[in-house]
């Protein structure tokens, strides 16, 4: 039989509810974890600053990118689908690592 999923209780304090602006990441990776820093990028600066690193199993960020994809998904059936303008605003935020 399977067994009825019990809610998760998230606690996040009042610092933390206010969240953080990223408009870039950068992702690293080892065989055994990847590491997310997410930066903000001024225009015009030459350096980025970390604002917060995140670091995660490979399981557990393939997990992160098959939910983004989906809330990609429904996002942009609600609200359109989502244009990115411009080769220099790919480059400036996130992008792909080879």
Do not use: C, W
Not at 25 to 35: A, K, W
Request: proline fraction near 5%; avoid cysteine; aromatic fraction near 8%.
């Amino acid at each position: 039989m399977e067994e009825a999923k019990k809610p998760l209780n998230v606690e996040i304090s009042p610092e933390q509810s206010e969240g953080i602006y990223a408009n870039g990441v950068g992702i690293h990776h080892t065989p055994s974890e990847f590491i997310l820093d997410f930066l903000r990028i001024l225009p015009g600066a030459q350096k980025a600053k970390v604002f917060a690193r995140v670091i995660m199993t490979p399981q557990n960020v393939v997990l992160l990118r098959n939910a983004l994809e989906d809330n990609i998904k429904k996002y942009e059936e609600r609200f359109g689908k989502i244009k990115i303008f411009g080769k220099e605003e790919k480059e400036i935020g996130f992008k792909k690592s080879n």
